[in-house]
């Protein structure tokens, strides 16, 4: 596998740092101001005053995942969108949106079941899906396709 870079920005100075995946986990630091350039290698719980922040700071694929906690297709798909941010870091960062306890949120989006799924790039809605994927591995397609992968 060829070892490719990533665009992060520095939530201290709001610069762009080109990094290398191999480097995400050790902690790399900003070439501007030194600071370690924190980058989320699991789906983040999305808080509605720092939403349009992490929205627009992050330059490449964002995935919000409304979800509930009695969401049976909601259970089903949260390892898999796990494993997606696992497995795509640096690249897709993923933010998790509780509707029951951020109705702002929900309501803002309006958000009428769960799962949605809204995918932004460069701070741009680009694709919205209301309810589950019927096959589980319709959503790694979906997202890999939106990312310019061929497979997963």
Known sequence: MSDTSVI??????????????SRLRSKPVCGNCKTVIEVPQEPLWAKAESFDRE?????ETLLIFFTASLCLHCKIIDP???DLALKRTGKL????VDVEADEYLA????VTKTPTFIVYRNAVEVIRVDGAPKD???LVT????LMGYTSY
Not at 55 to 59: C, E, I, R
Not at 93 to 96: G, N, P, S
């Open 8 to 21: 992060v920005r520095c939530k201290n100075c709001l610069t762009l740092n080109r990094v290398l995946q």
């Open 142 to 145: 979906w997202i890999d396709n």
């Open 80 to 82: 898999l969108v796990r």
């Open 93 to 96: 960062k993923v933010m998790k």
């Open 55 to 59: 929205v627009a700071y992050w330059p």
């Open 136 to 138: 589980k591995t319709d």
């Open 107 to 110: 309501r803002r989006f309006a």
